[in-house]
């Protein structure tokens, strides 16, 4: 059975936490803590210039974050016609967006989640989270929550039982201004 509070409120204290996701297991926190990023960053050693995705339960979750205005209404609607699912979407940013999230860019990169626990979690937690791979650098990310609590287990503060999408491949990055594809799914 899945452990949602037990999950939320880990995030609402700052933690850092595992979840699936479509193809493997992922680790994050609250995107508008600092000090929870910071956790982040460390515990998968990940320089901040190469900035974090936010995964949502649905788009208005992302407005916040993303400066939707920037787009035509066929980038818009390009975007909107692959979620939820298994793209990722760098877009501009709101302009108080801190560079803890965004890293070397002016973009962050966003996704609507299909994983109905996921959705489920960002639902009760009332926002995104941030969204990186469960595994420590250079190290295959975890599928199972086996996996995740052999690799990070003793670094986070819960992890949400369930099982991943059945992707074999973590989501597609694509551009969502020009288009470009930065990682295959």
């Not at 998968?44 to 787009?71: N, T, V």
Request: charged share 15%; aromatic share 6%; net charge negative.
């Amino acid at each position: 059975m899945a452990n949602i509070t037990q999950v939320v409120t880990a995030l609402k204290q700052g933690q850092v936490i595992g979840y699936p996701t479509e193809a493997v297991f992922g680790v994050g926190c609250d995107p508008d803590n600092q000090q929870a990023v910071n956790k982040l960053l460390a515990l998968k050693q990940r320089p901040m210039e190469k900035g974090l995705i936010l995964i949502a339960a649905d788009y208005e979750q992302l407005l916040p974050y993303i400066d939707d205005s920037q787009l035509t209404p066929q980038q818009k609607q390009t975007v909107l016609a692959s979620w939820p699912g298994p793209v990722t979407w760098v877009m501009p940013t709101k302009a108080n967006i801190p560079v803890f999230l965004t890293g070397q860019f002016s973009t962050i990169a966003v996704r609507v989640t299909a994983h109905p626990l996921v959705q489920q979690l960002c639902r009760e937690f009332g926002k995104p989270i941030t969204s990186t791979s469960a595994n420590l650098t250079g190290l295959e990310p975890g599928r199972t929550v086996a996996d995740v609590e052999q690799q990070l287990g003793d670094q986070l503060a819960a992890i949400l039982n369930g099982e991943t999408g059945g992707r074999n491949n973590p989501s597609e990055i694509r551009d969502a201004q020009t288009g470009n594809i930065f990682r295959q799914g």
